[in-house]
Structure formats: structure tokens, C-alpha cells
């Protein structure tokens, strides 16, 4: 493989672990090497009638490299997320902006940490809370400075995606390996994990238009799950990429153990337990993406799409659905386009959507208002790249969703700045 190809394959594949932000050393010797990364972003946004100064995706991350004997390398990766504007407001959390929902009014929390033995023959052995295998295709669309990420299914239930691996997976163990050719690699990515989050379980209406069910804590969780990814990239023009991926993980719905409530002005009463409950079930999300160019916000094009399919693995909001849980079966949609020009490639339009609707006959019956949930999303924005570490960008949002997704989506005006370490 020609040495100019191989940078071009390898640089796009690196983006995955360390995103666009640059590595600062901090030692380096002759047997491990510690650097840190990361970046501090805000942007000021006019959403739901209102204009506020908001975190972005600030982060800090460090990472140390050290070889060991038989041509192997290992080293671990920790990266904190960093509310610094304030960390008690309302954010708009959207794609790599997203928390867990336990983390969410923390200043720091913990975005990924875990631990790597790499070795050109056998590939990558990684453990702890990383990126999915099913983000080694997802990712290709999440570049929106402000919002995005919402129909991929990378990011399950309006969170990172950790409980089911799809996003930052939470203790998962992972094997990554590329083969290379003549101008092209092929890559594949295998990823497991198992009970690493209790299901909060509750059903309006059960027995009643006033009628709570409650799985009781620790009785219902997230089981076992599995990722697979498929990546194929080629030095054809300016690069493309073909990929497909599928993340599966059981759920975990049975308890002898049961509460039902009545709702009585507001109030929950409790009226009967140990109520069983059998309804475990599988949540499963699969996508296919492609993408042309080089990397997104360099000179020329780069144009990418994902389309999915999913099985419980979307939320509706609370109150949106009677009967039944708000899980329900989705397809949806993203794009990302960008083009850049200028000196030192400082200058990029860019835009794209997010679609994503129920695909899911009883979801859609038990729903209070509208036929189905329907998020629609089209971005369009403009970034000056100012040096090779800081950006200033504008990003704009035309909102098309329904009642039911209104909660989760909305038009939204935005103007930020990004500086890298």
C-alpha cells in the first residue's frame, strides 16, 4: 500500500477514537508516552421561545501509550465531559452532547475510560466504557457543532447509549482489526457486554386509565448485549466509505415483585404487590452508512448518510403513550454534507437533517395525541476556522416534528465557539 493511501485510511479511522481535537504531550519516554486532548466549547441558542449561554461537548481526556514485549501496545484512555458554563441548566443534550441521565448536573463526568493491548497481527483488545462497535458506522453524521444524532439509533433512549452499547457502551469488552490492500481496508469490530444498568420499568393504564405498574429496582435490567460493525474504505477520488453495523441486548422484564399504584389527584397510592410480571424482550438497532471525501471541515466535499432500523430502541416521552411502555420500533435517518474553502481551509458551509418516525403498529395506537412520533430535523450552518484550534460557527435548525416529539425537538438558532487543547 502506498504510504500517502495507508495516512489517508488510517486518518479517517482515528477519528473514531480521538475526534477532530489535538494531542498535547505531557511526557513522553522511551517506554510510555502521556498526552492529553480535549477541547472547550459554548454557544449561545434561541430555542422554545428562549436565549441562553449553553455547554457544548466540552471534554478533557488523557491518554497514555506504552509498548509491551512481542509487538504489542497498550494504554488506557479516560475522558471526562465538562459542564463549565453552568452545571445545573436545562441543556439541549443531542448527539455527542449526550449523558447519561444520572450525570446530567454534574460538572465532570465520565464520558469514556477504559483500557487497550493492540498488536498489528491480532488487532485491538479494548475493555471499559468505549465507543460501540456500532458507532464505527454511526459516527460518520454526528459532526454538527450544536445539535444531531438523534436518528441513528447510536444514542439510545436520550442518552450516550451506554446501557446498550450503541454509543459509549458501558463495560464492554471490544476486538477491532483492519486488514489493508492496495488502496483500500477493510475493518470489523466485535463487541459485548452484560447487566450493566437496572431497566426502570413503569406502564400508565394498565388496569385503568389511573393505574401505575412498577418494576421494582434491580428486578428488571439491561441482560446481555452484542455489536458487530463492517467498515470498507478505498482511496477512490477523495475516499469513500461503505459500512454496516447491528447492536442487540436484551431486556430483562421479569419480576415476582411488581407494584401497581393508583393516581389520585396527582398522588400515587400504592393498591397491590408482589405483582408478577414475564415481558423480557430484545432491543436492537441496525444501520448501513456511507460516506465521500476526506475529513468533514476540510477542503472540498464531504458528503455522508446513515439509515436504521431499530426494536425498543427509541423513548417516546413520559405521558405519551397508555397501556403499554413508551419503548417502541423506529426507522430514521441522517445526513451530514460540508464544504470547505478558503486559505488554510478556514471557511465551511454545512448542513444536513435528521429523520426519525415510529415504525411500530401498537406504539402508535396506545399514543394520546397524533398517529405516530415523528422527529424531523434540517440543519444548516456556517464555521470560520480561525486557526487550526478554535472556531467560531453558527448553526440553525428548521424543526418539522410532530406534537409527540416536540418535547425532544425543536427550531432552534445557535452561535458558538470551539477552542481545542
Given amino acids: 500500500m502506498h504510504k500517502n493511501t495507508r495516512r489517508q485510511l488510517l486518518a479517517a479511522a482515528a477519528l473514531l477514537f480521538v475526534g477532530e481535537s489535538y494531542a498535547v504531550p505531557i511526557y513522553e519516554g522511551t517506554d510510555v508516552t502521556l498526552s492529553m486532548t480535549g477541547y472547550f466549547t459554548a454557544h449561545m441558542v434561541n430555542s422554545y421561545g428562549e436565549t441562553i449561554m449553553q455547554d457544548g461537548a ?8 506504552t509498548p509491551a514485549y512481542g509487538g504489542w501496545d497498550t494504554g488506557f484512555h479516560l ?20 449523558v447519561s441521565p444520572d450525570n446530567r448536573d454534574l460538572s465532570l463526568y465520565l464520558r469514556q ?18 465507543w460501540g462497535a456500532y ?16 436518528a441513528s439509533g447510536t444514542y439510545s433512549y436520550g442518552t450516550d447509549g451506554g446501557s446498550t452499547g450503541s454509543g459509549r457502551a458501558d463495560s464492554a469488552l471490544a476486538w477491532r482489526k483492519a486488514w489493508e490492500f492496495d488502496n483500500s481496508e477493510f475493518k470489523i469490530a466485535i463487541q459485548r457486554a ?22 421494582p429496582p434491580r428486578d428488571c435490567e439491561f441482560g446481555q448485549s452484542h455489536g458487530i460493525a463492517m467498515v470498507y474504505r478505498a482511496n477512490v477520488g477523495k475516499g469513500i466509505m461503505l459500512g454496516a453495523a447491528y447492536n442487540r441486548v436484551k431486556l430483562d422484564i421479569t419480576s415476582n415483585n411488581g407494584e401497581i399504584f393508583e393516581i389520585i389527584n396527582g398522588e400515587e397510592i400504592l393498591i397491590a404487590r408482589n405483582v408478577p410480571i414475564s415481558a423480557s424482550t430484545n432491543t436492537w438497532a441496525s444501520a448501513i452508512g456511507a460516506y465521500y471525501g476526506g475529513d468533514p471541515f476540510t477542503k472540498g466535499w464531504y458528503v455522508a448518510g446513515v439509515v436504521q432500523r431499530s426494536q425498543n430502541n427509541e423513548l417516546a ?24 474553502w478558503g486559505a488554510n481551509d478556514c471557511y465551511s458551509l454545512y448542513g444536513g437533517h435528521n429523520y426519525l418516525v415510529s415504525d411500530d403498529p401498537s406504539f402508535d395506537a396506545a399514543l394520546v395525541e397524533d398517529n405516530r412520533f415523528k422527529l424531523a430535523q434540517y440543519y444548516y450552518g456556517f464555521q470560520y476556522q480561525w486557526n487550526k484550534r478554535v472556531r467560531l460557527y453558527m448553526e440553525n435548525a428548521a424543526d418539522a416534528s410532530n406534537r409527540v416529539a416536540r418535547p425532544v425537538a425543536s427550531d432552534f438558532i445557535a452561535v458558538g465557539f470551539r477552542i481545542d487543547i
Fill in 135 to 150: 458507532y464505527e458506522v454511526t459516527y460518520i453524521t454526528d459532526w454538527y457543532n450544536v445539535s444531531g444524532g438523534l
Fill in 58 to 65: 466540552s471534554r478533557i481526556a488523557f491518554v497514555l501509550d
Fill in 79 to 98: 475522558e471526562w465531559g465538562v459542564a463549565a458554563i453552568s452545571s445545573a441548566q436545562d441543556l439541549i443534550v443531542q448527539g455527542d452532547q449526550q
Fill in 317 to 340: 416521552p413520559v405521558g405519551a403513550v397508555t397501556g403499554i411502555t413508551n419503548f417502541f420500533d423506529a426507522k430514521g435517518s441522517e445526513s451530514f454534507i460540508s464544504y470547505t
Fill in 113 to 130: 475510560g477504559n483500557a487497550h493491548a493492540e498488536h498489528k497481527k491480532w488487532g485491538r483488545f479494548s475493555a471499559g466504557k468505549q
Fill in 194 to 215: 452484560a447487566h450493566v444498568a437496572d431497566l426502570n420499568i413503569s406502564i400508565r393504564g394498565i388496569l385503568g386509565p389511573n393505574t401505575l405498574f412498577v418494576c
